[in-house]
């Protein structure tokens, strides 16, 4: 994926900074007027493994119990194509619940004055086949609370009431600095929006580093939504944004206490058995044709200390 014209179409100022595209389906699931019914069986969560925004719902909905039964899930190639993601590793090439071959298919039957990129995460109500839900952002909060009910028995609570107001100033800050610094950086078509984004970047990880020093996750001894947001990138740090984004100041394995904490949550299976290496250095790697013309995969790095 990385830096292909489609990613960053009207995303761009004057300055040369990225600034990421609002979303465009943003109704909550909820029983509210209005809000999108939570049915199981209804909906099915279209992902692509290499896509950090997509990621994190796919280790909430593990880390919750909510299983395919309660929301599907249709996977992407990891390889961006020109045409957008697309559904190739589906026996024919076609997703076997929505028959779309391409994303942007789903995203102009919705709407076909759509001119947004079709991203992932996209949450689509197969019954309409319409995309009803791409809030990235949002997404993970809404599996937490308004899907409670198809919660396995012994779920962790992974945004508590009582500390909503500090996860959610905390999400702020690491979708700013690190989920989209590392974006901003990697997209920056100068160099002071660049360097800008760069240390941004590495002062949060500074700080980051030094609240882990006594906190076994970013809220204390239980996991939270927070620590689901910062893993997604740091899983991708060493393998794809050192190299594709420029964010190279350190590696992942340099700050002692995040280097910890991310191996810790690795070995916790809904992060480790949905973090797939593999996808994630070809989508990024091999993902922006006009800077890889001879799609060269790097054969680096070792990230043999992922199971260590
Ligand atoms: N929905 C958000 C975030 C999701 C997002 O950017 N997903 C990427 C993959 S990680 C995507 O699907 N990109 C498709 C494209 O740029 O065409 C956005 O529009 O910026």
């Known amino acids: ?98 028959g779309i071959r391409f994303l942007p298919e789903i995203y102009a039957q919705t709407d076909p004055s759509y001119t947004g990129r079709a991203t992932v995460p996209a949450v689509v109500d197969v019954l309409e086949k319409k995309v009803v839900n791409n809030d990235y952002f949002r997404l993970t909060n809404y599996w937490e609370t308004a899907w409670k009910k198809y919660h396995k028995e012994d779920a962790p609570d992974l945004y508590p009431e009582n500390l909503r107001a500090e996860i959610d100033a905390l999400n702020d800050v690491i979708f700013h600095d690190v989920n989209n610094g590392v974006y901003k950086a990697g997209f920056a078509e100068s160099q002071a929006a660049y360097e800008a984004a760069y240390d941004a970047v590495f002062a949060r990880l500074d700080e980051l580093d030094r609240r882990l020093a006594e906190k ?15 893993y997604v990138t740091l899983a991708r740090f060493d393998i794809a944004y050192y190299f594709v984004f420029r964010v190279n100041r350190n590696r ?29 250095k070809r989508g990024y790697h091999l993902g922006n044709h006009s800077a890889n013309p001879y799609q060269i995969l790097a054969k680096g790095p070792d990230i043999s200390y992922w199971g260590q």
């Not at 076994?216 to 910062?230: E, H, K, M």
Request: hydrophobic share 40%.
């Open 252 to 280: 992942l394995t340099d700050f002692p206490n995040l280097f910890r904490y991310a191996k810790e949550l690795y070995r916790i299976p809904a992060f480790g058995q949905t973090t797939d290496f593999d996808a994630i």
């Open 1 to 98: 994926m990385a830096i292909s014209t489609s990613e960053k179409q009207h995303e761009i100022t004057d300055s040369g900074a990225f600034v990421r595209q609002g979303n465009r389906f943003t109704t909550p699931f909820g029983d509210g007027p209005g809000d999108l019914p939570v049915t199981a069986g209804r909906y099915r969560l279209l992902w692509a493994r290499i896509c950090p925004w997509a990621h994190r719902q796919v280790i909430v909905l593990n880390l919750l119990g909510i299983g395919e039964d309660v929301i599907s899930i249709g996977t992407a190639n990891p390889v961006r194509t020109e045409n957008g993601w697309e559904f190739s590793l589906d026996p024919g090439g076609v997703d076997p619940v929505l």
């Open 216 to 230: 076994r996750f970013l809220f204390g001894d239980a996991l939270t939504d927070s620590d689901v947001r910062l």
